[in-house]
Protein backbone atom coordinates (compact mmCIF):
# COMPACT_ATOMS: atom_id res chain seq x y z
CA UNK A 1 0.00 0.00 0.00
CA UNK A 2 1.34 3.04 -1.08
CA UNK A 3 -1.34 5.75 0.47
CA UNK A 4 -1.66 9.44 -0.12
CA UNK A 5 -2.04 12.15 2.51
CA UNK A 6 -3.03 15.90 1.80
CA UNK A 7 -1.30 18.37 4.22
CA UNK A 8 -2.08 21.95 4.45
CA UNK A 9 0.71 23.13 2.05
CA UNK A 10 3.09 24.68 0.45
CA UNK A 11 5.80 22.56 1.29
CA UNK A 12 7.94 23.75 4.59
CA UNK A 13 4.31 24.00 7.11
CA UNK A 14 4.40 22.93 10.56
CA UNK A 15 1.48 20.29 9.07
CA UNK A 16 3.79 18.86 6.81
CA UNK A 17 6.46 18.07 9.25
CA UNK A 18 3.58 16.19 11.00
CA UNK A 19 2.95 14.43 7.91
CA UNK A 20 6.77 13.77 6.93
CA UNK A 21 7.15 12.31 10.50
CA UNK A 22 3.49 10.30 9.65
CA UNK A 23 4.72 9.12 6.97
CA UNK A 24 7.79 7.92 8.23
CA UNK A 25 6.22 6.18 11.26
CA UNK A 26 4.01 4.14 8.14
CA UNK A 27 6.97 2.77 6.05
CA UNK A 28 8.36 1.81 9.79
CA UNK A 29 5.68 0.01 11.21
CA UNK A 30 3.89 -0.91 7.66
CA UNK A 31 7.06 -0.69 4.99
CA UNK A 32 4.54 2.04 3.09
CA UNK A 33 5.73 4.78 0.78
CA UNK A 34 3.72 7.31 1.42
CA UNK A 35 2.66 10.35 -1.57
CA UNK A 36 2.37 13.69 0.38
CA UNK A 37 -0.15 16.42 -1.16
CA UNK A 38 -0.43 19.84 0.02
CA UNK A 39 -3.45 21.76 -0.13
CA UNK A 40 -4.37 25.21 0.20
CA UNK A 41 -6.39 25.34 3.55
CA UNK A 42 -7.28 23.27 6.50
CA UNK A 43 -10.80 22.63 5.45
CA UNK A 44 -9.77 21.69 1.97
CA UNK A 45 -7.28 19.20 3.46
CA UNK A 46 -10.13 17.38 5.24
CA UNK A 47 -12.23 17.73 1.96
CA UNK A 48 -9.86 15.50 0.42
CA UNK A 49 -9.75 12.54 3.04
CA UNK A 50 -13.96 13.20 3.21
CA UNK A 51 -13.88 12.75 -0.40
CA UNK A 52 -11.29 9.87 -0.69
CA UNK A 53 -9.33 11.68 -3.07
CA UNK A 54 -6.61 10.51 -0.06
CA UNK A 55 -6.41 8.06 2.14
CA UNK A 56 -5.63 10.18 5.43
CA UNK A 57 -5.16 14.07 6.17
CA UNK A 58 -2.78 15.54 8.49
CA UNK A 59 -4.79 18.47 10.24
CA UNK A 60 -3.64 20.76 13.36
CA UNK A 61 -6.20 20.51 16.30
CA UNK A 62 -4.06 22.42 19.09
CA UNK A 63 -1.77 24.34 20.10
CA UNK A 64 -0.09 24.16 23.64
CA UNK A 65 -0.20 28.13 23.62
CA UNK A 66 -3.09 29.39 21.46
CA UNK A 67 -5.24 26.34 21.96
CA UNK A 68 -7.70 24.66 18.95
CA UNK A 69 -7.69 25.37 15.80
CA UNK A 70 -11.28 26.40 15.08
CA UNK A 71 -10.82 25.52 11.66
CA UNK A 72 -10.35 22.17 12.03
CA UNK A 73 -12.89 21.34 14.47
CA UNK A 74 -15.60 23.46 12.78
CA UNK A 75 -15.20 20.95 9.62
CA UNK A 76 -14.73 18.29 10.84
CA UNK A 77 -18.32 18.27 12.94
CA UNK A 78 -19.81 19.52 9.22
CA UNK A 79 -17.89 16.17 7.66
CA UNK A 80 -19.95 13.34 8.36
CA UNK A 81 -18.04 10.36 7.50
CA UNK A 82 -14.28 11.02 9.04
CA UNK A 83 -12.85 9.20 11.79
CA UNK A 84 -9.30 10.14 13.57
CA UNK A 85 -6.45 7.16 12.97
CA UNK A 86 -3.88 9.07 14.95
CA UNK A 87 -2.92 12.67 17.63
CA UNK A 88 0.23 13.67 16.68
CA UNK A 89 2.44 16.18 18.88
CA UNK A 90 4.79 18.04 17.28
CA UNK A 91 7.36 20.41 18.74
CA UNK A 92 7.43 24.20 17.27
CA UNK A 93 10.36 26.11 17.14
CA UNK A 94 9.56 29.56 15.26
CA UNK A 95 12.27 31.32 13.21
CA UNK A 96 12.57 35.03 11.81
CA UNK A 97 13.00 34.44 8.15
CA UNK A 98 13.65 37.37 5.74
CA UNK A 99 16.46 39.02 2.90
CA UNK A 100 16.37 42.21 5.04
CA UNK A 101 20.03 43.74 5.84
CA UNK A 102 18.99 44.32 9.42
CA UNK A 103 15.80 43.86 11.42
CA UNK A 104 15.07 47.48 11.69
CA UNK A 105 14.23 47.33 7.84
CA UNK A 106 11.45 44.81 8.04
CA UNK A 107 8.21 46.72 7.67
CA UNK A 108 6.21 43.69 7.27
CA UNK A 109 6.24 40.14 9.20
CA UNK A 110 3.82 37.54 7.59
CA UNK A 111 2.82 34.32 9.18
CA UNK A 112 -0.42 32.07 10.21
CA UNK A 113 -2.17 33.66 12.28
CA UNK A 114 -1.33 31.23 14.98
CA UNK A 115 2.35 31.77 14.26
CA UNK A 116 2.27 35.46 15.07
CA UNK A 117 0.22 34.62 18.23
CA UNK A 118 2.32 32.27 19.06
CA UNK A 119 5.53 34.78 19.04
CA UNK A 120 3.56 38.15 19.95
CA UNK A 121 5.62 39.27 22.68
CA UNK A 122 8.90 39.08 20.98
CA UNK A 123 7.74 40.57 17.89
CA UNK A 124 6.46 43.61 19.73
CA UNK A 125 9.49 44.11 21.11
CA UNK A 126 11.88 43.37 18.67
CA UNK A 127 9.97 44.39 15.71
CA UNK A 128 7.20 47.13 16.97
CA UNK A 129 7.93 48.72 13.91
CA UNK A 130 6.21 46.10 11.80
CA UNK A 131 3.00 45.57 10.71
CA UNK A 132 1.72 41.71 11.11
CA UNK A 133 0.03 39.89 8.34
CA UNK A 134 -2.29 37.29 8.01
CA UNK A 135 -1.25 34.44 5.74
CA UNK A 136 -3.06 30.70 5.04
CA UNK A 137 0.32 29.06 5.88
CA UNK A 138 3.75 29.71 7.29
CA UNK A 139 5.28 28.55 4.28
CA UNK A 140 2.80 31.08 2.15
CA UNK A 141 4.56 33.62 4.52
CA UNK A 142 7.98 32.54 3.66
CA UNK A 143 7.03 33.09 -0.39
CA UNK A 144 6.41 36.77 0.51
CA UNK A 145 9.57 36.98 1.96
CA UNK A 146 11.42 36.00 -0.99
CA UNK A 147 9.86 38.51 -2.91
CA UNK A 148 10.32 41.72 -0.53
CA UNK A 149 13.65 42.83 1.38
CA UNK A 150 11.57 44.48 3.59
CA UNK A 151 9.24 42.02 4.42
CA UNK A 152 10.34 38.78 6.84
CA UNK A 153 8.16 35.85 7.81
CA UNK A 154 7.73 33.26 10.99
CA UNK A 155 8.37 29.88 9.62
CA UNK A 156 9.98 27.00 10.26
CA UNK A 157 14.05 26.20 9.73
CA UNK A 158 12.74 23.61 7.13
CA UNK A 159 10.59 26.36 5.32
CA UNK A 160 13.99 28.85 5.15
CA UNK A 161 16.08 26.32 3.82
CA UNK A 162 13.58 24.87 1.51
CA UNK A 163 13.15 28.41 0.11
CA UNK A 164 16.74 29.56 0.31
CA UNK A 165 16.73 32.42 2.31
CA UNK A 166 18.38 33.55 5.79
CA UNK A 167 17.30 33.34 9.09
CA UNK A 168 17.55 36.22 11.12
CA UNK A 169 17.15 34.80 14.57
CA UNK A 170 15.80 31.80 16.15
CA UNK A 171 13.37 30.39 18.78
CA UNK A 172 11.40 33.60 19.02
CA UNK A 173 7.94 31.95 20.20
CA UNK A 174 7.05 33.45 23.33
CA UNK A 175 6.85 29.71 25.08
CA UNK A 176 9.84 27.39 24.67
CA UNK A 177 7.94 24.50 25.46
CA UNK A 178 5.28 25.08 22.54
CA UNK A 179 3.87 22.12 20.85
CA UNK A 180 1.12 21.43 18.19
CA UNK A 181 -1.34 18.46 18.38
CA UNK A 182 -2.44 17.27 14.98
CA UNK A 183 -4.92 14.47 13.94
CA UNK A 184 -4.52 11.87 11.43
CA UNK A 185 -8.37 11.72 9.72
CA UNK A 186 -9.30 9.06 7.14
CA UNK A 187 -12.36 8.32 5.55
CA UNK A 188 -11.99 4.86 6.97
CA UNK A 189 -13.10 3.25 9.66
CA UNK A 190 -10.13 3.85 12.38
CA UNK A 191 -8.27 1.37 14.92
CA UNK A 192 -8.02 0.90 18.84
CA UNK A 193 -6.62 3.55 21.21
CA UNK A 194 -5.73 5.39 24.36
CA UNK A 195 -7.90 8.58 23.33
CA UNK A 196 -11.38 9.32 21.81
CA UNK A 197 -12.76 12.16 20.37
CA UNK A 198 -16.57 12.78 20.39
CA UNK A 199 -18.67 16.44 19.74
CA UNK A 200 -22.24 16.99 20.40
CA UNK A 201 -24.93 19.55 20.08
CA UNK A 202 -27.14 20.20 23.55
CA UNK A 203 -31.14 20.29 22.64
CA UNK A 204 -31.98 23.34 24.75
CA UNK A 205 -29.77 25.93 26.17
CA UNK A 206 -30.86 24.89 29.99
CA UNK A 207 -29.57 24.91 33.87
CA UNK A 208 -27.77 21.62 33.68
CA UNK A 209 -27.75 21.02 30.00
CA UNK A 210 -24.21 20.32 29.91
CA UNK A 211 -23.11 19.03 33.47
CA UNK A 212 -25.60 15.84 32.81
CA UNK A 213 -23.48 14.29 30.06
CA UNK A 214 -20.33 15.24 31.78
CA UNK A 215 -21.92 13.54 35.07
CA UNK A 216 -22.25 10.38 32.60
CA UNK A 217 -18.45 10.30 31.83
CA UNK A 218 -17.50 11.18 35.58
CA UNK A 219 -19.70 8.77 37.13
CA UNK A 220 -17.96 6.04 34.75
CA UNK A 221 -14.14 7.46 36.12
CA UNK A 222 -13.45 8.36 32.27
CA UNK A 223 -11.12 11.46 32.48
CA UNK A 224 -11.71 14.50 29.35
CA UNK A 225 -8.10 15.49 28.50
CA UNK A 226 -9.84 18.20 26.75
CA UNK A 227 -13.30 19.99 26.09
CA UNK A 228 -14.16 22.95 23.78
CA UNK A 229 -16.73 25.09 22.76
CA UNK A 230 -17.69 26.13 19.42
CA UNK A 231 -20.44 28.00 18.08
CA UNK A 232 -23.57 25.96 16.47
CA UNK A 233 -23.86 29.20 13.61
CA UNK A 234 -27.27 28.78 13.87
CA UNK A 235 -28.24 31.26 16.90
CA UNK A 236 -26.31 33.30 19.26
CA UNK A 237 -25.20 31.21 22.51
CA UNK A 238 -26.15 27.93 20.72
CA UNK A 239 -22.43 25.94 21.50
CA UNK A 240 -21.32 22.63 20.09
CA UNK A 241 -18.53 20.92 22.28
CA UNK A 242 -16.20 18.88 21.54
CA UNK A 243 -14.49 16.17 24.42
CA UNK A 244 -11.60 13.82 24.21
CA UNK A 245 -11.52 11.33 26.37
CA UNK A 246 -8.82 9.08 27.83
CA UNK A 247 -10.12 6.36 26.85
CA UNK A 248 -10.48 3.50 24.36
CA UNK A 249 -14.27 3.98 22.86
CA UNK A 250 -14.58 -0.34 22.72
CA UNK A 251 -14.83 -0.35 26.58
CA UNK A 252 -17.62 -1.56 27.74
CA UNK A 253 -17.87 1.33 30.21
CA UNK A 254 -17.59 4.24 27.81
CA UNK A 255 -19.68 2.00 25.35
CA UNK A 256 -22.53 2.65 27.89
CA UNK A 257 -21.40 6.12 28.68
CA UNK A 258 -21.77 7.09 24.92
CA UNK A 259 -25.57 5.06 24.69
CA UNK A 260 -27.03 7.10 28.06
CA UNK A 261 -25.23 10.55 26.57
CA UNK A 262 -27.38 9.96 23.64
CA UNK A 263 -30.32 11.03 25.19
CA UNK A 264 -28.75 14.08 26.84
CA UNK A 265 -27.62 15.10 23.21
CA UNK A 266 -29.18 16.69 20.20
CA UNK A 267 -26.31 15.22 17.47
CA UNK A 268 -23.68 13.02 19.10
CA UNK A 269 -20.68 12.98 16.59
CA UNK A 270 -18.16 9.86 17.36
CA UNK A 271 -14.62 10.66 15.76
CA UNK A 272 -13.32 7.29 16.82
CA UNK A 273 -10.20 6.01 18.84
CA UNK A 274 -6.30 6.50 18.21
CA UNK A 275 -3.15 6.89 20.11
CA UNK A 276 -0.97 9.75 20.73
CA UNK A 277 2.60 9.55 18.52
CA UNK A 278 5.11 12.15 19.94
CA UNK A 279 7.11 13.17 16.61
CA UNK A 280 10.18 15.17 15.58
CA UNK A 281 10.79 16.97 12.76
CA UNK A 282 12.88 15.41 9.51
CA UNK A 283 15.93 17.09 8.18
CA UNK A 284 15.23 19.07 5.75
CA UNK A 285 16.12 18.21 1.89
CA UNK A 286 19.23 20.55 0.21
CA UNK A 287 17.91 24.48 -0.44
CA UNK A 288 17.16 24.75 -3.74
Not at 146 to 157: H, P, Y
Not at 209 to 234: D, H, W, Y
Amino acid sequence: MNPSIAYLGPPGTYTEAATLAYAEYLQQTHGWSSQLTPRATIAQTLQAAAAQEVAYAVVPVENSIEGGVTVTLDTLWQLECLQIHKALVLPITHSLISRASERERITKVYSHPQALAQCQGWLAKQLPQAELVATPSTSEAVLHAKEDTLVAAVASIRAAQLYGLPILAQAINDYPENCTRFWVVSAHSGNRGSHTSLAFSLPANVPGALLKPLQVFAQRGINLSRIESRPTKLALGEYLFFIDLEADSHQTTVQSALEEIRGYTEVLKLFGSYDVLSVQPLAAPPTL
